[in-house]
């Protein structure tokens, strides 16, 4: 019989991709300004993953999905209010700062640290998953750090599809140079998955799961743990929007056969 | 300080070979700061490299300087909106610099790159099972080293003035783009995410969207058609010197104060013609 699975997804908070970022100083380093009345959305890359998690859990029952979340904890609870109707999961918040400017390595070991005191948690059946990147800090190094630090030897980055066979063993698909794949095996678990979009649309919301959820998570987030999650040993020198302002010319009456031979000569010049 | 640089191309593409060569390789250097460029190999090994060797590791940097006995690195935040310049007292100290500009960044901190050295045997769980055509369109249609990038939007499935979708007559116009011009092709997330797309532009993957959870291609030239949008598309285009585009509608705020040129028309009609020209 197959094993039941531990699907672990690390994945937090980003502002809505939608809204003019400023950055500001603040006492503890660079933040953004008026972060916290900032509108959130769950990290696309990590909610890929999340989509990927809920529906893998589906082929093998007796699975389990956690969502292992760093933020601030009044931003995930309204967070949690959208994300929570989109799949079955559960909830492990840890409360701390989910700044793009933070080390990566001080939020690695603080999710290693509430994945550890998860109950019932096995590495062996475990599957950690999160996004390439995050649309906040942008490093692509957390799942990493996470992995290294329960002991998980495999990992797969930029990860598109993964096929799990009934012998748990499984086949992942990574994006790598050029517009290809990387196909590889893994023979069962642990293992960490980086994705990067998956090939799941994002799954509509469904009030009940939401309501369901939710019933685990309010308690989960009332009980979160203070992180002390900061710039670590980066000294920041300058944090700044570049002005990316264009003039641009808007051409209106230009016949089809114009337009054309404009854009060719400008390929070819 | 002691720099050193790996170029890398003897990685295999397995985390638990490439961390153990990689943190091997950190540790024997001796080095205050390790050089890495940004390939897959290095991005999905080289953070397990850093932590198992007691470096620091930061990723996808664009430009660094030596000042005295101190590197200054520069890197994007929140998807390319936010530029930071920063530096680290620990050492050593691995950068981890996008793949195009390893060269540059190893020149301006005087270090020459070296093979990975060999690493003894590692056991491993994954075997690799070969690479694999990300779109089912045959010849792959991103081409990192083309001087042009070609940006599809949603436009290209909605209805025309005849009030039919023209699939098969989009997917044309693309892909004859594509291989006259020599383009590597862009999407945007609506268009990947299509259903319609998905079943009559074979040519394309989600490895194409450009922007927010899409890639940000580094070509000296972008065209961009039937695209709106703002933000998530701005990321796309971030690092586009001279961008032009082809939308029928003026105000379109994918193209207003982001491109140079924008050409109010039809781009099925103007790629067309495009193509003709290209073509003769």
Redesign the interface.
């Known amino acids: 019989m197959a094993t039941s699975l531990n699907i672990i997804v690390c994945g937090s908070l980003?502002?809505d991709?939608?809204?003019?970022?400023e950055?500001v100083q603040t006492p503890q380093g660079?933040g953004l300004k008026n972060e916290q009345m900032l509108p959130s959305v769950l990290d696309?890359?990590a909610a890929?993953a999340l989509y990927e998690a809920a529906a893998l859990a589906k082929k093998r029952p007796g699975s389990t999905v956690t969502l292992v979340a760093l933020g601030p904890k009044a931003k995930l609870q309204q967070l949690m209010m959208s994300v929570a109707q989109k799949a079955p999961f559960s909830l492990v918040a840890v409360n701390g700062s989910a700044s793009?400017?933070t080390d990566?390595?001080l939020a690695a070991a603080e999710l290693a640290k509430a994945i550890k005191a998860i109950p019932g948690y096995d590495p062996a059946k475990t599957l950690l998953f999160g996004g390439?990147a995050s649309?906040?800090?942008?490093?692509?190094?957390?799942i990493?750090?996470v992995?290294?630090h329960l002991g998980i030897?495999?990992?797969?980055?930029?990860v598109?599809k993964l096929d799990l066979a009934d012998d748990d063993s499984f086949?992942v698909?990574?994006?790598?140079?050029?517009?290809?794949?990387?196909?590889?095996?893994?023979?069962?678990f642990p293992?960490a998955v980086s994705w990067?979009?998956g090939?799941l649309?994002e799954p509509p919301n469904n009030p009940q799961v939401g309501m369901m959820n939710m019933r685990t998570m309010m308690p989960a987030l009332m009980k979160a743990a203070m992180a002390d999650v900061g710039t670590g040993?980066?000294?920041?020198?300058?944090?700044?929007?570049?002005a990316?302002?264009?003039?641009?010319?808007?051409?209106?009456d230009?016949s089809?056969?114009d337009?054309?031979?404009?854009?060719?000569e400008?390929?070819k010049g | 300080m002691l720099v050193k640089a790996y170029n890398c191309g003897t990685l295999s593409?397995?985390?638990?070979k490439d961390?153990a060569a990689l943190a091997n390789a950190v540790k024997a250097s001796g080095a205050d700061v390790v050089l890495l460029p940004g390939?897959?190999?290095v991005?999905?090994?080289?953070?397990?490299a850093a932590?198992?060797a007691g470096a620091?590791?930061?990723?996808?940097i664009v430009d660094a300087s030596l000042e005295g006995d101190a590197v200054?690195v520069q890197?994007?935040?929140?998807?390319?909106?936010?530029?930071?310049?920063?530096?680290?007292?620990?050492k050593p100290w691995v950068i981890v610099t996008d793949p195009s500009l390893f060269g540059e960044i190893c020149a301006k901190l005087g270090a020459s790159a070296e093979a990975v050295p060999p690493c003894g045997d590692v056991e491993?769980?994954?075997?690799?099972?070969?690479?694999?055509?990300?779109?089912g369109g045959g010849e792959?249609?991103?081409?990192?080293d083309a001087e042009?990038l070609f940006v599809a939007g949603a436009g290209w499935t909605k209805k025309q003035a005849d009030g039919a979708v023209h699939l098969d007559e989009a997917a044309a116009a693309i892909t004859g783009f594509i291989s006259k011009?020599g383009a590597s092709l862009g999407s945007s997330k609506s268009l990947v995410?299509m259903p319609e797309a998905a079943e009559k532009f074979t040519f394309m993957?989600?490895?194409?969207?450009v922007g927010?959870?899409?890639a940000t291609p580094r070509h000296k030239?972008g065209?961009s058609t039937c695209c709106h949008g703002?933000?998530?598309h701005?990321v796309g285009w971030?690092f586009i010197s001279?961008?032009?585009a082809?939308n029928l509608d003026?105000n379109c705020g994918w193209?207003?104060?982001?491109?140079?040129?924008?050409?109010?028309?039809?781009a099925f009609?103007?790629?067309k013609?495009?193509n003709?020209?290209?073509g003769a």
């Not at chain 1, 040993?233 to 570049?242: Q, T």
């Not at chain 2, 993957?205 to 969207?209: K, V």
């Open positions: 980003v502002p991709p939608l809204q003019t970022l950055p660079p696309p890359w890929c793009g400017f990566a390595k390439c649309a906040s800090r942008d490093a692509g190094v957390t990493q750090f992995a290294e030897t495999e990992h797969f980055m930029a598109d086949t698909l990574e994006r790598v140079e050029g517009g290809k794949y990387l196909s590889s095996t893994c023979k069962g293992a990067a979009t090939s649309p040993g980066i000294s920041y020198a300058k944090v700044e929007v570049p990316s302002k264009r003039d641009t010319v808007v051409k209106k230009m089809a056969d337009i054309a031979k404009e854009i060719v400008w390929i | 593409g397995t985390y638990a961390a390939t897959s190999a991005r999905r090994s080289a953070a397990g932590m198992r620091e590791i930061d990723t996808n200054t890197k994007w935040a929140y998807r390319q909106r936010i530029l930071t310049s920063f530096t680290r007292a620990a491993t769980r994954t075997v690799q099972n070969g690479l694999e055509a990300a779109s792959s249609t991103i081409k990192p042009l011009s995410d993957s989600h490895m194409n969207q927010q959870t899409g030239k065209l703002e933000e998530p701005v971030r001279e961008r032009r082809v003026a193209a207003q104060g982001k491109a140079d040129v924008l050409y109010v028309g039809d009609e103007v790629m013609k495009v003709a020209l290209l």
